[in-house]
C-alpha cells in the first residue's frame, strides 16, 4: 500500500506533514517514536477510520487492525467475535480454525471478559489474521503484557505473518523488540512529525542474538531521541 | 436467594394485617381477604375477569409495544446528534410535564372515544420517557467498538445486532420496566374515561355501585397479572441479555 500525507492537523494543531510511505507486499515495519508524536493518528490515517486529511492513498483495501485494547464485543463469545469480521455468512469453521492457531482452541463460547490480557489479544490477533488481510496494522499490540506472555505473543506474531504474508505496520516503543521483529524500521518525530529515519534490517531474524538486539536498539533509542537521522544508517 | 423467604413473608404479613384491620372495619368499607377470594372466585367464573383482564392486558401490550418502539427511535436519534438533540431537547422537557389526564383527555376529544385514541394517548404519555432513557443509552455507546465494526465491514444489520442493540440492552430494560409500570396505571384511568370493558371500567362501574369488595378483586388480579409479567418475561430477559457480565 502506499500513501502521501501531506497535512493532518487536529484543530489549528498540524500533527502529521509530508509523510509518503509504501509498505511492501509481506514486509515487517515497525513504527517507532516518541509518545503523542502522531504514530496512532497515522495507522487510523492508513485504516481509514480517520478520513479527515490532506493527501491520496491508495492500496487500503484489504485491511486488518490490532488495536491496543482488544475491543472484543463483550457480549458475544469468542466464535462470534471472529466470525462476525471473518465469515459472516459462515459457520464458524474458519473462526474456529483462526482461534486454535492462535491457543485459543476450547474457548470458542467463552465471553471476553473471563479471558486474561494475554488471551484476549491473541483473540484480537486471531481475529484480524482470519480476515486474511494485505495489510496488518498493529498498535503497541504487546504493551501491559508481562515479559513471558509478550515474547509468546511476539513469536506467535511472526509466525502467523510468515504463513499469511500481509504487509505489517506494526506501532511501538518497546526498541528491542523493533530491533527483533523488524526488517524495516521508521521514526516518527517531531511537530509536526515527518519521518525522521528510515531504517532497513537485512539481518536474518534468526541471527538477532540478545547482544545484537541490544547494540541496535541501543542506536535506535539515539535516533528516536534526537529525532534525527543517524550519520550512516547503513552500518546499524 | 434471601428474598424468596423474606417477600412472600413480607406479603403475608401484609395480608394478615389486612385481615386484622378488616375484623374491625364494617366489612362494607373494608372486606376481609377470603371474602375478596370468594368473590374474585365469583368473577372468575362468570368469565367477567378474564374478559376484562385481557381487554386490559391487551391495552397495556399494544401501547407498551408502540411507545417502547416510537420511544427509542427518537431517544436513540437524539442521543446519536448532539445538533437534533439541542433542537428538540425543549420539545422532550414540555413532553414530559404534560399531564397524563391532559393527553388522555384531548385524545378522546379528537379521535372520539375509540380503541386508537386510548391506546394512542397512554403511548403518548410513555414515549418521552422512554426516549429521554434510550438517549443515555445513545450517549453511552462504545465509538471504539463502532470502528471496530467499521473496520471489520460488519454492514449496518450486524452493527446494529451485534454491537449497538446489546449496549442498548440495558436502558431497554430500564425503559421497559418503569414503562410498563406507569403505562398499566394510565390505562386504568383510559378506561375509566372512555371505554367500555377492561379493569378500569370494572373499577369505575364498581366504584358507582359502592362495591368495595369488586374493586378489591379486579385491582388485586390486575397486580399479579403485572408482577407475573415482571418476574415471568421482564426479569429472564434481562437476565438473558446479561449473561456475559457474569464471569
Ligand atoms: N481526536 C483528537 N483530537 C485532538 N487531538 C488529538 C486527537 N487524537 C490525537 N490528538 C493529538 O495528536 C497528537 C498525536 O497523537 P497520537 O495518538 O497519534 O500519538 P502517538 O504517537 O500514538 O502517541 P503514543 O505513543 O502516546 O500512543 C497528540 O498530541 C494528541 O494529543
Ligand atoms: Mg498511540
Redesign the interface.
Known amino acids: 500500500m502506499r500513501v502521501a500525507i501531506e497535512s493532518k492537523s487536529f484543530g489549528g494543531d498540524e500533527i502529521l506533514k509530508d509523510i509518503s510511505l509504501t509498505l511492501e507486499p509481506g514486509s515487517f515495519t515497525v513504527l517507532t517514536g516518541p509518545s503523542g508524536c502522531g504514530k496512532t493518528t497515522l495507522l487510523r490515517i492508513l485504516?481509514?477510520?480517520d478520513t479527515d486529511w490532506r493527501g491520496h492513498i491508495e492500496g487500503a483495501e484489504h485491511?486488518?487492525?490490532v488495536?491496543q485494547?482488544p475491543?472484543l464485543?463483550?457480549?458475544?463469545n469468542l466464535l462470534?467475535n471472529i466470525r462476525?469480521?471473518a465469515e459472516?455468512a459462515g459457520h464458524g469453521a474458519e473462526a474456529a480454525a483462526a482461534l486454535a492457531t492462535v491457543g485459543l482452541e476450547g474457548y470458542e463460547d467463552a465471553?471476553p471478559?473471563?479471558l486474561s490480557m494475554g488471551m484476549a489479544r491473541r483473540a484480537g490477533l486471531a481475529?484480524a489474521l482470519a480476515?486474511k488481510p494485505a495489510v496488518l496494522l498493529m498498535d503497541e499490540p504487546f504493551v501491559s503484557l508481562d515479559e513471558a506472555a509478550a515474547g509468546q505473543l511476539r513469536e506467535l506474531t511472526l509466525d502467523l505473518w510468515r504463513k499469511i504474508r500481509p504487509s505489517v505496520l506494526m506501532v511501538t516503543h518497546n526498541l528491542a523488540e523493533a530491533a527483533a521483529m523488524a526488517d524495516r524500521v521508521l521514526v516518527l518525530s517531531g511537530r509536526p512529525a515527518v519521518i525522521a529515519a528510515d531504517l532497513s534490517l537485512d539481518r536474518p531474524r534468526d541471527r538477532r542474538d540478545s547482544g545484537w538486539v541490544r547494540d541496535f536498539s541501543g542506536r535506535l533509542r539515539e535516533t528516536v531521541g534526537n529525532g534525527a537521522v543517524p550519520a550512516d544508517p547503513g552500518s546499524l | 436467594m434471601p428474598g424468596l423467604v423474606t417477600v412472600p413473608a413480607s406479603l403475608l404479613a401484609l395480608v394478615l394485617l389486612w385481615a386484622l384491620l378488616a375484623v374491625f372495619t364494617d366489612p362494607e368499607i373494608l372486606p376481609p381477604p377470603l371474602a375478596v377470594l370468594a368473590l374474585a372466585a365469583e368473577e372468575w367464573h362468570s368469565g367477567d375477569l378474564l374478559f376484562h383482564l385481557g381487554a386490559t392486558l391487551g391495552r397495556v401490550l399494544t401501547a407498551f409495544i408502540l411507545a417502547m418502539a416510537i420511544g427509542a427511535a427518537i431517544g436513540i436519534a437524539l442521543g446519536l446528534s448532539g445538533k437534533a438533540n439541542r433542537a428538540f431537547d425543549p420539545w422532550l422537557i414540555v413532553a414530559l410535564n404534560i399531564p397524563a389526564l391532559v393527553t388522555i383527555v384531548l385524545c378522546y376529544l379528537w379521535f372520539g372515544l375509540t380503541e386508537v385514541a386510548a391506546i394512542a394517548a397512554v403511548a403518548v404519555n410513555k414515549i418521552p420517557n422512554v426516549a429521554v432513557t434510550l438517549r443515555e443509552g445513545a450517549r453511552a455507546l462504545d465509538r471504539?467498538?463502532a470502528?471496530?465494526a467499521?473496520?471489520?465491514?460488519?454492514?449496518p444489520a450486524?452493527t446494529l445486532r451485534?454491537?449497538i442493540l446489546?449496549q442498548l440492552a440495558p436502558f431497554m430494560t430500564a425503559a421497559a420496566r418503569s414503562g410498563i409500570a406507569l403505562i398499566w396505571k394510565i390505562v386504568l384511568v383510559v378506561e375509566l374515561l372512555g371505554r367500555s370493558n377492561g379493569v378500569g371500567f370494572q373499577i369505575h362501574l364498581y366504584f358507582q355501585l359502592f362495591d368495595i369488595g369488586r374493586i378489591f378483586v379486579y385491582a388485586i388480579a390486575f397486580i399479579l397479572v403485572m408482577q407475573a409479567v415482571e418476574l415471568g418475561i421482564l426479569q429472564p430477559w434481562e437476565r438473558h441479555a446479561s449473561r456475559?457480565?457474569r464471569?
Open positions: 485504516a481509514g477510520l485491511l486488518a487492525y488495536f485494547e475491543r464485543l463483550p457480549w458475544r462470534d462476525l469480521a459472516p465471553f471478559g473471563t481475529r480476515v | 471504539e467498538l470502528e471496530m467499521r473496520l471489520y465491514r460488519f454492514g450486524a451485534h454491537v446489546p456475559w457480565r464471569v
